[in-house]
């Protein structure tokens, strides 16, 4: 299994980027599919989830600024993530999880992808 995952990069506060996680060696429209990030000297923390359903899950730092989405077709999650806050820099990681998990504990994922790098400047 392969996960990879894209889209990171400087940004100005308030200004928006789109992650992409592809997928690969697995059934992708069976499992369910997070993002998390984790910030220097902080705990990894859950930014937002969608189920194998379509339903999708969001942490409470980032509701309403960011739209979880998934491409069965291309087995590819995306995070458009907008009015960026410096307090959003993080490593963001993608993960897949099998469909019966609760999307939003880190440790119920069984695959990772290697993290994509975000910076907001103030």
């Known amino acids: 299994v392969q996960l990879q995952a894209s889209g990171g990069g400087l940004v100005q506060a308030g200004g928006s980027l789109r992650l992409s996680c592809a997928a690969s060696g697995l059934t992708f429209s069976s499992y369910n599919m997070g993002w998390f990030r984790q910030a220097p000297g902080k705990e990894r923390e859950f930014v937002a989830g969608i189920r194998w359903s379509g339903t999708s899950i969001y942490g409470d730092s980032v509701k309403d600024r960011l739209t979880i989405s998934r491409d069965n077709a291309k087995n590819t999650v995306y995070l458009q993530m907008n009015s960026l806050k410096p307090e959003d820099t993080a490593v963001y990681y993608c993960?897949?999880?099998?469909?019966?998990?609760?999307?939003?504990?880190?440790?119920?994922?069984?695959?990772w992808g290697q993290g994509t790098q975000v910076t907001v400047s103030s």
């Open positions: 993960a897949a999880e099998r469909s019966w998990g609760s999307v939003r504990s880190a440790y119920e994922y069984d695959h």
